[in-house]
């Protein structure tokens, strides 16, 4: 085999490993929409059930630029989240709230919370979660008082957060509505993405073009003179 066909032998497999990827991501894709898609276009995680001791549970920080946010803007990409939440303890109510980390901080300062982390997630259905204990003795002034809070929602029942992204470092807090003690709830985090099945369907038409390609490159490549 010459030079030449070597190496439109390797080339023609990239080319065909990379249209695995693609339609293996948009058939991924297009699987996310049919089971995780609400009705409103959101992609939703499955219910993930909280149930502390703590006055609170925060998720770690989410960072986003100017430049991440006019990209993501322009894709049309997660430009919404929403939580949803209820309280598992019928004589409690709940309170869901997002704001910058350093107002978090600020109000959480000696009081007895705890951070989630989520270690593995698996199509949104959240398979291990860890806590990170942050030990005070201060009872916060109720969440529902306080201003600083950019988007916020709290009361019985089942309660919609809604929060469209800003730049910043921005964290998630979810808490009995009065600040109590013994956090008992379950949630379920939203993102809006945009056109995902036509990502999708673009992956998967994307794929299967470069296979096609692919595929015709490594013929050249092993066929006889």
């Known amino acids: 085999m010459s030079a030449g066909k070597i190496i439109l032998l390797v080339f023609g497999v990239i080319v065909v490993l990379i249209s695995f990827s693609l339609m293996a991501g948009g058939g991924a894709l297009i699987w996310a929409d049919a089971t995780h898609v609400d009705s409103e276009g959101f992609i939703k995680s499955d219910t ?13 920080s989410i960072e986003i630029d100017e430049e991440a946010l006019r990209v993501l803007n322009w894709m049309g990409v997660i430009t919404v989240f929403e939580v949803e939440g ?13 704001a910058d980390e350093s107002d ?22 959240f398979d291990e979660v860890t806590y990170t204990s942050h030990l005070g003795s201060s009872t916060p002034i109720a969440p529902t008082s306080q ?7 709290h009361g019985a029942g089942t309660q919609t957060m809604g929060w469209e992204t800003e730049v910043g470092s921005h964290s998630i807090v979810l ?12 949630a379920v985090f939203k993102a809006k993405i945009p056109s995902i099945f036509g990502f999708g369907v ?6 299967i073009v470069l296979l096609i390609v692919g595929g015709f490159m490594v013929y050249l490549a092993v066929r006889r003179s």
């Not at 673009?202 to 794929?207: E, N, V």
């Open 147 to 153: 201003t600083f809070w950019a988007a916020s929602a």
């Open 86 to 98: 209820r309280s598992n303890n019928p004589s409690k109510q709940i309170f869901i709230g997002v």
């Open 104 to 125: 978090v901080e600020t109000y959480l300062n000696n009081v007895d919370y705890d951070e989630i982390t989520f270690i593995d997630i698996d199509w949104l259905s």
């Open 48 to 60: 993930i059930h909280i149930e502390r001791d703590s006055r609170a549970v925060v998720t770690g």
């Open 202 to 207: 673009g992956f998967l038409i994307g794929g």
């Open 175 to 186: 808490m009995n509505d009065d600040g109590s003690s013994g956090v008992d709830l379950s």
